[in-house]
């Protein structure tokens, strides 16, 4: 990683530490308090053995010293607890943001771009890179603030008693830092090749995981299994590499803080030996500023010592911060321009197009110039092979891609609307709907609606749904994945949704495709209850949803080839070719 680019994502960091400011001010002042009462504890501690050992007074007169030392430490022992809750609520803050952050991101670039990553490298992002954060802010930031604080703090407290020891502190203290910025530079990239390395591994846990029934059917899963295996090992390679990094710089900072107080030892030593007769101004030197001395020093180090087996925390977040800062500034065509314009939705809706070009989530184009029109309370089937970009128009008309043209919902700009509330306008019944673990009750409401009793079975009864519902009950619990429901009983709970909805714009990406012929009927039935009030856009291969259809676009490869109704279009042209397919396949 380049060293531009590591000064950004520090700066990046730094300016997310803004809603925590109050806590982490708080945080310094209780740290420069405890380096207080630890000046004042080496004071009564050197003065006590000064007293005791030189002077020979008498115990009892010494005794408001114990007291004092006794006090220092439990009020420094109740400022670290504090400080470590308020570090603790920091670092969790923070990750909170950041979280509410990245799901914001996703939530505005919509499915068709997460799709375009495996679901394992966005729970990677999510958990484990947003964690690695989190030990930045509740140690490393502190860290690097009290690393100054205290040692300013004992160099004021040590200079008026012995300069030549303020001197050998103040000379020592810098080969701390300049070691672990060296050391720093080589932890980054480490630390980025770990997170990245984790990412592709998560990734491909989950989706082998996902896949498992075909892996197993297909004879693959000792492959796979290889696979993960020389994954997991590149995984454990990179996180020994970050800690050879981290434990290398904490022997090498101990080394140099070893010298440090070493060489102020020695000069103490030969000082009472009379070989050296500086440092005291002009007085000799007493058994309390050897004392004080040689105590605080160890305490000198030590801020900077914690901050060197903290600056591991600060590579790790550089490297998290890489892909969570890749993600949230990467430009996406959807973000930009106005989208705040309430739609004026009174009755039904109509859509019209003219030179409507869908756009990927990267801003290539998906299909050519469309030019058509759904009219109001229409009833309009879109057919067209795989990959003739029927499901691009459906995510354009939810709101999940860009384009270019133009695209009308009563006469205003679909990109101008406010996109969520234009989406409480749609109703959407897709081939595998989304039931998440959880209760019946529960997968009925997530459409944010506050339905009562009444409305919720008139729902299940229009979906045909009452035949299970009655017998397993709302409060019946499903699965992750929709387990515990068949395929036609998620479908039909699914319609049950779209009922709830009300929606004015009803679309239906094939939602019959892996239903059987009972379920298929149930499933139509419901779905001709929801069209009678709705613009209805149905991607079908149906013979018979054809034929009840107001009117049929035919796409291929990106073009609106054919627009007309069952009759005008079943003898000429794609739609012929088309029909007669579908009669062989049924054949």
């Known amino acids: 990683m380049q060293k ?5 994502l520090f700066r990046w960091l730094k300016e997310q530490q803004t809603p925590i400011n109050p806590l982490f001010r708080l945080n310094i002042l209780l740290a420069a308090a405890s380096s207080l009462i630890l000046v004042a504890q080496t004071w009564l501690l050197a003065k006590l053995l000064h007293e005791l050992i030189m002077s020979d ?5 010494l005794l408001p010293y114990f007291i004092g030392l006794m006090a220092g430490f439990g009020l420094r022992a109740l400022i670290l607890w504090q400080r470590e809750r308020i570090g603790f609520n920091c ?3 923070l990750r909170n943001i950041l979280r509410r952050q990245i799901l914001a991101k996703i939530q505005r670039i919509g499915p068709a771009a997460v799709q375009n990553q495996p679901a394992g490298s966005w729970a990677s992002i999510m958990l484990e890179q947003v964690e690695n954060l989190h030990n930045f802010y509740a140690r490393y930031l502190p860290q690097q603030l009290l690393s100054v604080i205290t040692p300013l703090v004992i160099l004021i407290a040590v200079f008026p008693i012995n300069w030549a020891a303020g001197l050998i502190l103040m000379l020592t203290a810098p080969l701390v830092p300049i070691f672990m910025i060296l050391v720093g530079i080589a932890a980054a990239d480490s630390s980025q090749k770990n997170m990245a390395t984790l990412a592709r591994l998560s990734a491909q846990f989950l989706d082998r995981l996902s896949g498992l029934e075909t892996l197993r059917l297909f004879n693959q899963t000792e492959a796979q299994t290889r696979h993960i295996e020389k994954s997991t090992e590149d995984y454990r390679k990179t996180t020994m590499d970050v800690l050879k990094v981290a434990f290398l710089s904490s022997a090498v900072l101990e080394f140099f803080t070893a010298i440090s107080i070493a060489i102020m030892a020695v000069y103490f030593g030969f000082s009472f030996l009379g070989q050296m007769n500086f ?3 002009g007085t000799s030197v007493t058994l309390f500023a050897g004392f004080f001395c040689l105590i605080l020093a160890p305490e000198f180090y030590q801020p900077l010592r914690d901050l060197g087996t903290y600056y591991h925390d600060r590579a790790a977040a550089i490297g998290a911060a890489d892909a969570i800062v890749d993600f949230l500034e990467q430009d996406s065509p959807l973000e930009q321009g106005g989208a705040e314009v309430p739609p004026t939705l009174q009755h039904h809706i109509e859509i019209k197009a003219e030179n409507l070009v869908v756009l990927s989530s990267q801003g290539s184009p998906l299909t050519k110039a ?4 759904l009219p109001a309370g229409s009833h309009t089937a879109l057919v067209g092979q795989s990959g003739a970009g029927k499901s691009s128009l459906i995510n354009l008309l939810l709101g999940f891609l860009p384009y270019q043209g133009s695209l009308k919902v009563n006469g205003e700009e679909l990109q101008q609307l406010n996109p969520e509330q ?6 959407w019944v897709g081939q595998n709907p989304l039931l998440l673990q959880g209760t019946i009750r529960d997968n009925l409401l997530l459409g944010d609606i506050n339905p009562d009793e009444e409305q919720i079975e008139q729902a299940l009864t229009r979906a045909n749904a009452r035949e299970f519902t ?7 619990q499903i699965q992750e994945g929709g387990i515990g429901l068949s395929v036609g009983q998620a479908q039909r709970l699914a319609i049950a949704r779209a009922l709830l909805r009300n929606g004015r714009l009803l679309l239906l990406d094939e939602p019959t495709a892996s239903l059987d012929a009972r379920s298929e009927n149930q499933v139509l039935q419901a779905l001709n209850q929801i069209g009678e009030n709705s613009t209805t856009l149905m991607v079908t291969h149906r013979i018979e949803d054809l034929k009840h259809s107001d009117q049929i676009l035919v796409m291929r490869q990106g073009e609106i080839l054919q627009q007309g109704n069952f009759d005008q279009l079943k003898q000429q042209g794609f739609f012929a070719e088309l029909l007669a397919q ?3 396949d049924i054949n």
Do not use: E, M, P, T
Not at 370 to 373: D, I, K, V
């Open 422 to 427: 234009w989406r409480r306008h749609i109703a």
């Open 582 to 584: 579908r009669v062989q």
């Open 4 to 8: 531009s680019r590591q000064k950004y």
């Open 370 to 373: 469309l030019n058509f029109c």
């Open 91 to 93: 670092g969790r803050q």
């Open 279 to 281: 440092g005291s101004y």
């Open 470 to 476: 009655d017998k397993l009950g709302l409060d019946y």
């Open 57 to 61: 007074a008498d115990r009892n007169a």
